[in-house]
């Protein structure tokens, strides 16, 4: 069913620009399409197809890029783009700007949190995936099933508590489940899939991946960086299991103030928004 | 087994008095194993003379590889005579295309529709039979096992290695080494990097030892500053893949339709002035030119 999902409006006329430019640099356009959970999950969707990625699961952009080709992966970012744009209303009344902003945030820490415990920089690109795909699960719902997830958004808010639990019992799955099965049929490596259906599951922070650890705790800290529209009730301190003080640190202001380059992750991140929406 | 070169040009079929003595027909190259199975790797124009010398030996049965299917390499697909005779035995193999979702039967039935030929695919009389295959795929075809690997081309394209009683060759199809689309300074030059490094050690150990490494050496150096992107080689970067290869001979093919006999008899001239010892020995593809394994 997400075949014909649209990619976000500022990427999508990104890559029309850039793909129209014989001139323009492959890392403009790397960048805007590992900046885009849809483009992002479909370009991986193709490099993980049945007829290729056999030797290596493709996790990122670059190895994308690398695997497939530049032309493949730009032609494929024009056909996504061709399909039109998400968009910024829906039925449902979900966000979609708060959608990207959390989703790049969380993309951004994730992956910073992966170098912080020592994950060697080629696998930081996964993290920063985990991150970027780790919500789109309501991306599907908003555009599904607009209807019930108004329902599941509103009763979130009404009730103090967090959507996944209100998307149960208005859909029967939650945003995580319904995000990792399509990354599971689209062949997506598994640390991946298990990362993303227990995001909001804290773990014991020894057996699991450290993909499940990063990604645990870095949609945590985006929800406290910048509260979410779509999501507003977020975990705290108080919830947090103790290994998560144990491998990262003392306590979110000081464990984000501790990563280096944070901000000026954050900021280009943002400004790939804020660049999409005025032009 | 036996190599023999039918098309050795690159782009565009480009026949003349330059390219009289190294051939102007677009890539094809015939691979008959010791049992006498014919494999055919690529269909661009030199197929339409390799079809008739298959003829010879009525009724035929053959393979036809597909790296990729830019015209140069299926062109001549529909002049490979084979395909009209009842009796025949062609499978075709090749790529799927991922991004207009198609396999090889859907688009090499395209170059046969209506307004670019007079018969259509589904009127062909031989028994055609399309495979797509995935990376790594490997198949058996007579007493010759073929394998594939993806290069780096700006479609998908498959390089094949065929394998037949401890003799092997390889053959690149089209392919450019990547390059780094980030500056020294950037993030992901190292990822990259590693991962440019990735991809060239899976295409060098599938073509490991081969005793034959026919690859796309398009370009020279100084040609390259201006096709960059292009998706083909250098003389330098497909020696160097050869050597890292340890491949037992290189030949060098798809040649660029401006490159004229007496340009390639100075190129040939040169790298034999340069070769280092050790140096896999060294061809320049010709149409007609048979190396037996």
Redesign the interface.
């Known amino acids: 069913m997400c075949e014909r999902m649209p990619a976000f409006p500022a990427s999508v006329q990104k890559v029309i620009t850039l793909t129209s430019d014989i001139n323009s640099?492959?890392?403009d356009l790397?960048r805007v399409i590992d900046h885009d959970p849809v483009l992002t999950m479909k370009i991986l969707k193709?490099a993980n197809?049945?007829?290729?990625?056999?030797?290596?699961k493709v996790v990122?952009i670059?190895?994308a890029?690398?695997?497939?080709?530049?032309?493949?992966v730009k032609?494929?970012a024009l056909?996504i783009a061709a399909i039109g744009s998400l968009p910024t209303e829906n039925d449902a009344g979900f966000d979609m700007q708060d959608f990207l902003q959390h989703s790049l945030t969380t993309a951004v820490i994730t992956r910073a949190l992966a170098r912080k415990i020592r994950v060697p920089?080629?696998d930081a690109?996964n993290y920063f995936v985990a991150g970027l795909l780790h919500d789109i699960g309501k991306v599907v719902f908003a555009q599904f099933r607009p209807t019930e997830f108004r329902g599941a958004l509103s009763a979130a808010r009404e009730r103090g508590v967090p959507l996944y639990q209100t998307e149960e019992e208005f859909i029967g799955h939650s945003h995580a489940e319904v995000g990792a099965f399509l990354c599971e049929s689209w062949d997506f490596p598994a640390t991946l899939v298990g990362a993303i259906r227990a995001h909001h599951i804290p773990g014991t922070g020894r057996t699991e991946e450290r993909i499940r650890h990063c990604l645990f705790f870095g949609n945590v800290l985006a929800n406290h960086l910048f509260e979410s529209v779509n999501a507003p009730v977020s975990a705290t301190e108080d919830d947090m299991p103790p290994w998560v003080f144990r491998m990262f640190g003392n306590d979110f202001d000081s464990i984000l103030g501790s990563i280096e380059g944070l901000q000026t992750d954050l900021d280009q991140a943002t400004n790939m928004l804020t660049i999409g929406m005025k032009s | 087994m036996k190599v023999r070169f039918w098309g050795v040009r690159g782009s565009i079929a480009s026949p003349g008095p330059d390219t009289v003595r190294y051939g102007g027909n677009t890539t094809c190259i015939q691979v008959t194993t010791d049992s006498g199975a014919e494999i055919v790797l690529d269909g661009g124009t030199g197929i339409r003379p390799a079809g008739l010398n298959l003829m010879n030996a009525h009724p035929v049965k053959c393979a036809v590889c597909i790296t990729h299917t830019h015209w140069d390499h299926i062109q001549g697909l529909p002049f490979f005579t084979p395909l009209f005779v009842p009796g025949s035995s062609v499978d075709i193999y090749g790529?799927?295309d991922?991004?207009y979702q198609k396999d090889l039967k859907s688009i090499l039935s395209q170059q046969m529709e209506y307004c670019y030929f007079p018969v259509r695919e589904l009127e062909l009389k031989a028994d055609v039979r399309y495979h797509?295959l995935?990376?790594?795929q490997v198949i058996e075809y007579a007493d010759a096992t073929i394998s594939n690997v993806?290069m780096?081309?700006?479609?998908?394209t498959y390089g094949y290695r065929v394998d037949c009683n401890g003799k092997s060759m390889f053959f690149s199809g089209d392919h450019e080494p990547?390059y780094n689309?980030?500056n020294e300074d950037?993030t992901?030059y190292?990822?990259?990097k590693?991962?440019?490094d990735?991809?060239e050690r899976?295409i060098c150990n599938l073509a490991r030892g081969v005793d034959l490494f026919v690859i796309d050496a398009q370009y020279t150096e100084p040609e390259m500053v201006n096709r960059r992107?292009w998706?083909h080689g250098t003389f330098s970067s497909a020696l160097a893949m050869a050597r890292r290869a340890e491949a037992k001979a290189v030949c060098f093919t798809h040649h660029d339709p401006t490159r004229t006999d007496d340009q390639l008899d100075r190129i040939a001239d040169k790298l034999s002035r340069q070769a280092r010892a050790h140096d896999p020995d060294m061809y320049i593809a010709h149409e007609g030119l048979e190396i037996e394994l």
């Open positions: 640099s492959p890392r790397v193709v197809s049945a007829y290729f990625g056999l030797s290596r990122s670059n190895h890029v690398v695997y497939l080709g530049l032309n493949t032609h494929v056909a920089e080629v690109a | 790529a799927f991922p991004v797509t995935r990376e790594g993806l780096n081309h700006p479609v998908m990547p689309i980030y950037d992901f190292g990822e990259y590693q991962l440019m990735d991809k899976g992107g998706g």
